[in-house]
């Protein structure tokens, strides 16, 4: 790491900290960040959840002179950031497809004139020339991209809009750049710094162990031994935490079947209403239940410090989504558990296309049958499409949901589909197509590797900090994780014989 903040610097960052934030003193990894924003350099800084990194743009923005540009993923993210900031009397504007016409004008004029010191916008807005041409007129003195690890297609939460992003700040006349993650494994990393085009990036990484956090793995075979122990630690749980299960419909069932004993639980999934899935998410932050039953649609920014406990009901896809999510335990640096009930069986929850995958063909045949519904009054739903479609019915829903992922069809309410361009040509099906094998591979394998984790007989932080880039415990082992509580006592023991 070549950021060096001289003395003096450092003396005036720490005044700014306390005089617009009201904190004592920065956590570690803030420092280097915002000083190596305020130089100008392009950054990444690489931090747990709930470390602190907005404060890393937050603060840069303010003291800089010009307009900081920060781009979300979420709109209920980007309006978190932002009614936080404003509420510290900061200028800012949210500029998203939620403004009419004349909302959008209005953030338009205001940008103009220079009012907003934060515009908060998605890759969808950064992608039209229009708002760029806005966005030109400015002086800019950052451009922040948080959660920075959707634009690898190997991350957990991959946006294609992310991929333009590079565009975007060679369009804008590079300005400096401040990427945001907790999750990077090497080739996230990599992918960061490529598609951004900012190849001389400081890297801010504090590292990946969080000790406040005890990790264990209970192997339970078959449903009912799974609901077994669930009960078991619920019953013994304190505060609030959340259950995270693979599927729709498995949060829904252990919902059902765990309100129906009584316990004060809640539920949370990408098919709830937006209202419905509002008043859940209150009801969690208030502290009102004792657990969340969630998809991973829930979690993604979500600032609550005091989560006691994360349980994974089914083993998920890789160790990144894995660390992210028990990562929203103890943000308050209290002691909190990250648990995975492990049934080997749950594998094959995982959305890996068995059979032959589709090829480049079926992609454009797919594409186009949607394309060819695009001018009735209604998006087509998937028995609409069947009618047309030159597929059998499997196959156009695993192509559909490529072209979803790869954001080229986009799903609307009520499971209706509507193609982005009207056309898809051979090469770029073909690279799809191709892409996605690759893509299928890499996720067999990190499936993998989240699979040797759940049945390793060694330290459980060891292995994770291994896995994210030979990060060295502080001691030996951690001491507070299944195996090595299990050395521990098994020490005593031969001690004590
Ligand atoms: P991240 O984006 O890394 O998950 P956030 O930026 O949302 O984390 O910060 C998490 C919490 O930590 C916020 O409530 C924030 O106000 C608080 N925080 C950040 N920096 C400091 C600091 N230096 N001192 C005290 N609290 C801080
Ligand atoms: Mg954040």
């Not at 690890?149 to 401040?178: E, M, N, T």
């Amino acid at each position: 790491m070549s950021i060096i903040v001289s003395p003096q610097e450092r003396l005036s960052l720490r005044s700014k900290l306390r005089e617009h934030f009201g904190f004592k003193r920065f956590r570690l990894g803030q420092e280097e960040a915002i000083a190596s924003a305020m130089q100008g350099k392009d950054t990444v800084v690489v931090m747990p959840t709930g470390s602190g990194k907005s404060l890393c743009y937050q603060l840069p923005g303010l003291a800089l002179e010009g307009t900081t540009v920060v781009v979300s993923p979420l709109l209920a993210l980007m309006k978190d950031q932002a009614d936080a900031l404003a509420r510290r009397g900061f200028p800012v504007a949210e500029v998203n497809s939620t403004l009419n016409d004349r909302q959008s004008k209005l953030a338009e004029e205001a940008i103009e004139v220079g009012l907003p010191e934060f515009i908060f916008t998605t890759p969808e807005r950064m992608a039209d020339p229009e708002f760029r041409e806005v966005l030109k007129r400015r002086k800019l003195d950052l451009f922040v991209i948080d959660e920075a690890h959707c634009i690898s297609q190997w991350g957990h939460d991959f946006r294609p809009d992310y991929l333009d992003l590079g565009h975007a700040i060679d369009d804008l006349g590079k300005p400096p750049v401040l990427a945001m993650t907790a999750t990077a494994t090497p080739e996230v990393i990599d992918d960061i710094v490529e598609s951004l085009h900012i190849p001389d990036a400081e890297l801010v990484h504090t590292g990946f162990y969080r000790p406040n956090l005890s990790l264990s793995v209970q192997r339970a075979d078959g449903e009912e031994a799974k609901r077994n122990a669930l009960l078991h630690l619920l019953s013994g749980a304190e505060g609030t935490g959340i259950v995270y299960c693979a599927t729709v419909k498995a949060v829904e069932e252990l919902t059902a079947f765990l309100e129906s004993l009584g316990l004060p639980v809640t539920c949370y999934h990408g098919r709830l209403s937006q209202k419905r899935r509002a008043e859940s998410q209150d009801r969690f932050m208030r502290g009102e239940v004792r657990a969340m039953i969630a998809t991973n649609a829930f979690g993604l920014g979500i600032d609550k410090p005091d989560i006691r406990f994360v349980v994974h009901y089914h083993v998920p896809g890789t160790i990144e989504a894995y660390y992210q999510e028990f990562g929203r335990a103890g943000r308050d640096g209290e002691a909190a558990r990250g648990i995975l009930i492990y049934d080997p069986a749950d594998r094959a929850l995982q959305s890996f296309f068995r059979g032959k995958l589709p090829d480049a063909e079926d992609l454009i045949n797919a594409h186009h049958t949607v394309a060819r519904l695009a001018d009735e009054p209604e998006a087509p739903n998937l028995s609409d499409l069947m009618k047309i479609s030159p597929l059998p019915k499997t196959r156009l829903r695993v192509c559909l949901s490529m072209l979803i992922r790869f954001g080229l069809v986009r799903e609307e309410k009520g499971r209706r589909y509507r193609t982005v361009r009207a056309e898809l040509m051979p090469g770029e099906a073909r690279r799809l197509a191709s892409r996605f094998r690759e893509r299928e591979e890499r996720g067999k394998l990190k499936q993998h590797q989240m699979v040797e984790y759940a049945e390793s007989r060694s330290c459980r932080w060891a292995g994770l900090l291994d896995y994210f880039g030979n990060e060295e415990l502080p001691g030996q082992a951690c001491g507070h994780c299944d195996r090595c509580e299990g050395l521990v006592d098994r020490a005593q023991v031969s001690e004590a014989g």
